[in-house]
């Protein structure tokens, strides 16, 4: 029996049956593989149904991805001393137990993560439907960015080349006003990836005015009574539509650390020691003596 900690537990002919293959007469000798081999499978079975159940208790709201970690690969009785059978975690699953298994923490770039440091999030606000991080989220809010880039990129553009057309103002601004973002995207701030604070992610811009909205305000601040002589020129109010602030929607995480809440080794041999008996060899082995009399008398 062999462990693998990043994949799963093997169980080889010659480790499972040396206790077992004395003192046998020739039909036991003859029907020993066949008995090994259902033994090595219901054990391995057995292994396998084990980690399904204690995953379920283990791990913290466990989705169908986690649910689906663990299979097995049966032994063959023709493969004889070559004989082997294997339940282990499909691959990316088990990159991911490895850290329940072992504790540690984990960072962008670790086993179990993409090369992108986006892999890894702290918070989203939209949770799956299991509460946790909705990725699903994540890769809809990428698409979008990568949509809004190139949009805002085109009207920038179109900007550009109306300044250059060299208009009177007022034609200008008047045509310009259809050409800002906060008229294209009809209100909709849009948003960015970025860092604010100290936290990166993606973000919901704040809330912008219109150039008639900013032109009230203007007019409204400029006109107070307390005011000694009334501004001209250009102002320094911005278009940001004031209280209006920026909206976090994913979080990165910078690492997420790990205790040992998964008893892997506990469950594998505690589920391989009630499987692998004398009594169920014993029974195996009749069962086995049974068919290849019963085969033989068919054959004369």
């Known amino acids: ?19 077992f293959r004395q003192d046998l007469d020739q039909l036991g000798r003859e029907v020993f593989p066949r008995t090994m081999a259902t033994l090595m499978n219901r054990a391995t079975a057995g292994v396998k149904r084990r980690l399904d159940e204690y995953t379920l208790r283990a791990v913290d709201k466990p989705n169908a991805y986690t649910k689906k970690a663990w299979y097995y690969v049966q032994a063959k009785w023709q493969d004889g001393d070559r004989m082997w059978s294997e339940v282990r975690a499909r691959e990316t699953q088990a990159h991911y137990l490895w850290f329940l298994v072992n504790g ?3 960072v962008p770039g670790d086993i179990g993560t993409n090369r992108s440091a986006k892999d890894m999030f702290a918070f989203t606000a939209q949770l799956s439907p299991y509460d946790g991080i909705d990725r ?8 979008q960015l990568k949509a809004e880039r190139r949009r805002r990129t085109l009207y920038r553009g179109k900007r550009e080349a109306l300044v250059a057309q060299g208009l009177p103002q007022d034609k200008q601004t008047k045509r310009m006003a259809k050409l800002r973002w906060v008229h294209v995207a009809k209100g909709d701030p849009g948003i960015f990836f970025g860092t604010i604070h100290g936290v990166k992610g993606f973000w919901r811009r704040p809330e912008r005015l219109s150039g008639d909205e900013r032109q009230s305000i203007v007019d409204a601040a400029r006109s107070r009574p307390t005011r000694p002589n009334t501004p001209t020129g250009r102002s320094g109010i911005g278009y940001t539509k004031p209280g209006s602030k920026a909206e976090l929607l994913v979080a990165e995480a910078r690492g997420t650390k790990y205790q040992e809440t998964f008893d892997y080794d506990g469950q594998v041999h505690s589920a391989y020691a009630e499987h692998m008996t004398e009594a169920a060899f014993q029974a195996s082995m009749a069962y086995e003596r049974r068919r290849a009399r019963m085969l033989n008398d068919a054959r004369t």
């Open 136 to 143: 699903k989220y994540v890769k809809k809010l990428g698409r």
């Open 1 to 19: 029996m062999s462990n693998d900690p990043n994949r799963g537990l093997r169980f080889d002919y010659e480790d499972s049956v040396r206790r």
């Open 104 to 106: 540690g923490r984990r």
